[in-house]
């Protein structure tokens, strides 16, 4: 079973940047697609960002076009998510996800096509 574990969240002011980071211990992990997803409270989950397997091609809410920024550094079993200019409306828990990819180059964006979860990393963006 895939391990991932997220970090990086934090209360942090509007304006404000930050980084998630999300690891795996699996030796196959230049295999998997994967993503960030979001929920905010009473809120359902939100698709974020989604990469490819090996980084190179990526997807984007419209909510954090420019903002946000997905990468996947296969050597070292770590997906990121470069966060800048962040809004109240960003606060959320954020979970990273990941699925075993049979095309290099497809990104994924639907909640259902994800196996994988990890526990969530609280994210507080406060004016």
């Known amino acids: 079973q895939v391990h991932l574990v997220e970090s990086g969240g934090g209360p942090v002011q509007t304006g404000a940047s930050l980084r998630l980071s999300c690891k795996s211990d699996d030796r196959m992990f230049s295999t998997y697609i994967m993503a960030w997803f979001r929920q905010a409270p009473g809120k359902e989950r939100e698709f974020v960002a989604g990469v490819s397997q090996e980084g190179g091609k990526t997807n984007y809410a419209d909510s954090v076009v420019g903002r946000f920024t997905i990468s996947k550094d296969n050597p070292k079993n770590t997906m990121y998510l470069q966060m800048n200019s962040l809004k109240p409306d960003d606060t959320a828990v954020y979970y990273c996800?990941?699925?075993?990819?049979?095309?290099?180059?497809?990104?994924?964006?639907?909640?259902?096509?994800?196996?994988?979860w990890g526990q969530g990393t609280q994210v507080t963006v406060s004016s």
């Open positions: 996800a990941s699925t075993l990819g049979l095309f290099k180059s497809l990104v994924l964006t639907s909640a259902e096509q994800f196996d994988a």
